[in-house]
């Protein structure tokens, strides 16, 4: 495996993470965001992979530790008894960035998260990088890992890294926002289109030759613009994930999986789009994630998979409810011309 040249890696620790399975509902993602807005419980990542006819809907949260058990019974109480959710106390968050849709960068991260091996509770993707949920106790060896798999310029080895992060340890824990804001300012808007979405159950020991087949697709310049995943077990030994693969690309992605991963069966939707914000605080406030689902609710728009982290928030719809979903979400956030 050669290693790719990456700017950096960002750690947020101390978090609980969440893990939410029940069958389909248009109104639990806006209903449980809401509770936890309520509560002024900062939501520090998501993702969430709308159900189909076979599969439940599928919803992988963090909070910050000290939040989690109050998290878990409001969502326990919210939600009823007959809905599947786990809590994990010491988890953290990774994320490696610039990622630049590079399929070879997420390959080379499954690859070597698989041949650790170090289970993971959690993907989500925004423009920028890839954010991933460990447990805290695997994190400095996942660290180690991400040396192995990537070049850091900055930083030559992991000790290197790790000197750098203690100095601004205690500048990352303050930088958290405690204002509203009326209206949600908006950095930036990205929009892709012609999209296709696949999504598959994988167990976790077929990690690495998932990697593999993002590796594979490299060299035909096949571009990553999305991607969540969590576990549908507390022990994360299958992840459902959710990835989205431009329209043209569907015959070689096909062709990459069946070669790599003969047994499963991914399921392919035909012509979505993606969009994601950005924003200068969508990852240390509480509130944003709600205003959003809230906001497609009542449009009756539903997302079909939906990335929330680090500052982005990445959702994906029907190509043909682009265009409504953003007029409407302009009533909430700040959005530029």
Excluded at 67 to 91: C, P, Q, V
Excluded at 308 to 325: K, Y
Aim: hydrophobic residues 45%.
């Amino acid at each position: 495996m050669d290693r790719v040249r990456l700017g950096g890696i960002k750690i947020a620790e101390g978090r609980s993470h969440m893990v939410i399975a029940r069958p389909a509902d248009e109104g639990a993602l806006a209903d449980i965001t809401a509770r936890l807005a309520a509560e002024r419980i900062n939501l520090t990542q998501l993702a969430f992979m709308a159900a189909n006819r076979e599969q439940d809907e599928a919803i992988s949260l963090c909070v910050e530790r000290a939040d989690g058990f109050t998290s878990y019974f409001l969502i326990k109480a919210l939600l009823g008894h007959g809905d599947r959710i786990h809590l994990r106390e010491d988890a953290n968050i990774l994320a490696i960035f610039p990622h630049d849709k590079k399929t070879v960068v997420t390959g080379n991260l499954l690859v070597q998260l698989a041949a650790m091996p170090i289970p993971v509770y959690g993907f989500a993707s925004t423009p920028a990088a890839m954010a991933f949920v460990v447990a805290a106790a695997d994190t400095a060896r996942a660290i180690d890992g991400l040396f192995d798999a990537f070049t850091f310029p900055a930083y030559p080895s992991p000790f290197d890294w790790h000197a750098a992060y203690q100095g601004q340890e205690q500048v990352l824990k303050e930088i958290i926002c405690s204002y509203e804001e009326q209206v949600i300012k908006v950095y930036n808007v990205a929009q892709e289109t012609d999209l296709d979405l696949w999504r598959l159950d994988l167990p976790a020991a077929q990690l690495g030759a998932l990697g593999t087949v993002f590796q594979d697709l490299d060299p035909f310049g096949i571009r990553l613009p999305f991607l969540v995943a969590a576990p549908l077990q507390e022990t994360a030994e299958v992840l459902r994930l959710t990835c989205c693969f431009a329209r043209s690309a569907a015959a070689r992605v096909e062709t990459c999986l069946a070669e790599r991963l003969p047994h499963l069966q991914p399921i392919r939707y035909q012509s979505v789009a993606l969009f994601s914000l950005v924003g200068p605080h969508f990852g240390d406030r509480h509130g944003i994630t709600h205003a959003l689902a809230n906001a497609m609710r009542k449009a009756t728009v539903t997302p079909l998979a939906m990335s929330c982290a680090m500052h982005s928030v990445s959702v994906v719809v029907s190509e043909t409810e682009l265009d409504r979903t953003l007029q409407v979400l302009s009533h909430s956030f700040q959005i530029p011309a």
